[in-house]
Structures are given as C-alpha cells and as structure tokens.
C-alpha cells in the first residue's frame, strides 16, 4: 500500500508544474484569439457604395467577432468578381475582433442594411465561425439569420460557421460539413442535421456548407458559380491565386484525423509562453486574403502572438474597401514586423522600419509565403499543423526549417523532473522527523556516589 501512495505522490508531483505552468498559458492562448480592443474606439465606416442592378452579398460577423479567414477570403473572392454589392455587417458599429487582433469596423449594421435594401434579405448571407455559437450571446446574429432565411437569402456557412447555422435550427433535415476538428462535436450537439466528412463544400440548395477555414473559398467560388457563371468563378480563383479550384462540383479530400504529430500545437500553447510578439503592419490597399494569410496563419499555430499595427494607430482601407483599425504603432517593443501584401513588398513599402519581414509576391496564394515563414522561423511540425487546421493542401511548398519545437517540448519533462525532485525532498524530511518524534528519551545516569567529608561520619572500626 506504501509503495502505491508513493507512486500516486510522485504522478501527481510530475503533473503539479507543468499543470500549473501550462493552464494560465492556454487560457490567455485562446482568450487572446479574439480579445477585443481595450480602448473603446469605434470609428465610423466609410460610406458604402450600391448599385441596385446587381446582386448584395454580405459577410456577417457578430460583436464578439469570428475567425479572420472564414470572413476575408469570402469578401475578396465576391468583391473580385465586380459583381456583387459586397458588404460586412453586424449587430453593431464597433469594430469586431477578427481572430489574431485584427479589428474590422463594420460596413452596416442589421438595421443599416435593412435601410439600404429596403426590408429586402441580401441575395447572398456569408456566415463564418464565431467564439459563442450556441450561446447567448449570438442570438442577435441568430435571429437576424433566420429573418433572412425567411427571405430568401443563399446562406453560406464557412467552416463552423455551420454551427452558427444549426445553432439557429437552418441545417435540421439537411446535409452539411464543418471543420474536421469539430464534426463530432456538432454531430452530438445538432443531431437533426446530416453531417458529412470528406468533401471541400455541400451545396444543400439555399444552404451551402464549407469544410475548415480556407474551404470557404471553394464554397464562395459555387456561389459565384450558381448566381454569375463558372467563368466568373474561374476569373476570380485566378485573380486571388486559388489553384484549388473545382469547377461544377465539391471536390473530395483525405478526411482528417487527429494524430500524433499533432501534440505540437499543445507544446505550443501549454508552453510557449515566451512566444513572439509580431506586428502586423497595415498598409492602404492590401488584398482581404493578404492580411487574413498572416494573422490566421500565425495564430492558427498558437506559437506567435499578433498585433496589427500602423503609423499613428489610424484606420486602414483595404484593397476593395474594408475598414480596419490597428491596435498599436510599430515601436521597437514588437519583435517581429511582417508586411502583408505583394503591393507592399514590390515598393518596399516598410524599409524604413526596423527589418521589415514581406512574405506575399504576386501570383502566389497568399497563405503559401506564410506558412513557408512558419517553418522557417518556428518549426515544420507547426507550420504542418498550421496547414491541417486551414485545410490548404501543401504538396507544391517545401517546408523548410527546424523539425520540431524542441525547447518548449523539453519545458514540461523540466518541470515534472523538478516537482518529483521536490516531492523526494519532502518525503525525506517528513520521514527524518517521523523518525525523531520515535526515538525513546534517554535514562538518566545513576547517581554518583558521594566521598570524603560530604559522604558522612565514618562507622568505628
């Protein structure tokens, strides 16, 4: 029995720091994921533009954001098109937290595009995953979505962006796909809906559903596809660099599985937590899926810390006219700046900032300069899992860069090492004072005998 208290004492021991090291590092991980901004600024949209020939699509995001991918990728490649009214809304005007710091300003509100339409739905809702689906919190998005459902909008759930949906009841009785990572999740908790793995996108008729992340852009091309033509599609995968394209229907994909080497993200997320601060610099004119390739793509791998950045923190314009607000300027406190945008690096737009890091060219998709920075400046076994978790196929790259993130590997072997070091060490002394408290007091000595006058008269002899 002593020997199993003992082992059970050295188990917990060895779980003790690198548990107590490693939560608050997770928690503040995907807390910062989409932390909002802390100073309260709410700046006003541009004013947008609409033509009432052609058709409206609209990227909803909630007040507590949504992943950065699932929203940008979907707006360029139907901006790129020129044939949509293209917008971004929200319950409110606040910026909304894209994942990785990015904060988007609203073009509308729910009831500024009401407005604008005249009580008309969009033709086209784009939904991407949101932090609180399924909680209160997203009822306001929920209720607007059902409202243009009813009103004949083409929805387009984005990765778990369909969770939102069936969240809301829109997938009960129809087929749809997610993120491989959370199929089962939302097969428990949305059992009325058909969930199928292995293909890019379902088109469910007024429903369309994406697999993970950058899947979206294959759904976003059947839209295209369905209300302009399959040459507009093609037109506007070749514009944004998307060599995936599949005309006419989903193309099939290696469904995947959680495994092994994928350990890495937990290494880096339990215990990096010296990870880099990157500033991301805001320049006017970058393209949607140029920005959204660098702050995805770092913070998918959860070993790089963001922040978007810009001289005097002003608000930026993109490349078809979303509104951003930049959190910070770049200052020497950053340890990284990356300049997104192929525009940016052909004028050397940074140069006079601290080592200006520009991963974009022209022609390339934009995620492929990224991730190839990944595995150059952490490891191969994040940017792999970075690629897994985006679902983009990475055959045509050459990862190239250390292994595996060996350092944070070894943190927690550390830690266990010295918590079993510590509880030898008190089992030690609790056994030393046991064995004091058990050692029987002394005799005392025998008295000695007295001599000379002190002893006594003398008996007669």
């Not at 607007?144 to 004949?152: D, E, F, K, V, Y």
């Amino acid at each position: 029995m002593r020997t199993v208290t003992r082992v059970a004492v050295f188990l917990l021991a060895a779980l003790a720091l690198p548990t107590a090291f490693g939560a608050p590092t997770v928690r503040a991980a995907f807390e910062n994921l989409n932390a909002p901004r802390a100073d309260g600024a709410t700046p006003a949209p541009a004013r947008v533009a609409h033509d009432p020939g052609k058709p409206t699509a609209v990227v909803v995001v909630g007040d507590l954001g949504a992943v950065v991918s699932d929203t940008l990728a979907p707006y360029e490649v139907l901006a790129t098109t020129g044939a949509f009214n293209v917008y971004a809304v929200a319950p409110s005007a606040r910026p909304a937290p894209l994942t990785g710091g990015l904060d988007l300003v609203p073009d509308l509100t729910f009831a500024g595009l009401d407005d604008l339409l005249g009580g008309k739905a969009p033709d086209v809702v784009v939904v991407p995953a949101m932090p609180d689906v399924g909680r209160s919190t997203s009822k306001p998005v929920t209720d607007w979505l059902t409202r243009q459902a009813a009103g004949g909008s083409l929805l387009l759930g984005v990765c778990n962006g369909a969770g939102v949906l069936a969240s809301a009841g829109l997938l009960d009785g129809r087929a749809a796909t997610s993120h491989w990572l959370r199929l089962e999740t939302f097969r428990d908790d949305y059992p009325a809906v058909d969930w199928v793995r292995g293909t890019r996108y379902v088109d469910d008729g007024d429903v369309i559903s994406t697999a993970g992340i950058l899947s979206g852009v294959d759904g976003t091309l059947r839209v295209v596809e369905r209300l302009v033509g399959p040459q507009a599609a093609a037109r506007a995968a070749q514009r944004t660099g998307w060599q995936h394209y599949h005309p006419g229907s989903a193309a099939s994909m290696a469904q995947a599985h959680p495994r092994p080497a994928d350990a890495v993200v937990a290494v880096n997320t339990a215990f990096g937590w010296d990870r880099d601060t990157t500033g991301v610099l805001l320049t006017g004119g970058v393209g949607e899926i140029e920005l959204a390739s660098v702050f995805d793509t770092y913070g998918q791998s959860l070993a790089v810390r963001t922040v978007a950045v810009a001289p005097g923190a002003e608000p930026v314009r993109s490349r078809h006219g979303l509104t951003f607000v930049p959190r910070a300027e770049p200052t020497a406190d950053l340890d990284r700046l990356v300049v997104p945008g192929a525009r940016a690096a052909r004028l050397r737009l940074a140069d006079d900032l601290a080592d200006p890091v520009y991963p974009h060219r022209e022609g390339a998709f934009p995620f492929d300069g990224v991730l190839l920075d990944l595995a150059r400046t952490t490891d191969v076994a994040t940017a792999t899992w970075t690629a897994r978790v985006l679902e983009y196929p990475v055959d045509h790259l050459v990862l190239d860069g250390p292994a595996w993130p060996w350092t944070r590997t070894l943190r927690p072997f550390g830690l266990a090492f010295l918590g079993v070091l510590v509880a030898l060490g008190l089992l030690r002394l609790s056994r030393a004072r046991r064995a004091v408290r058990s050692t029987p007091a002394a005799a005392p000595p025998p008295p000695r005998p007295r001599t000379g006058a002190a002893a006594g008269p003398r008996r007669p002899g």
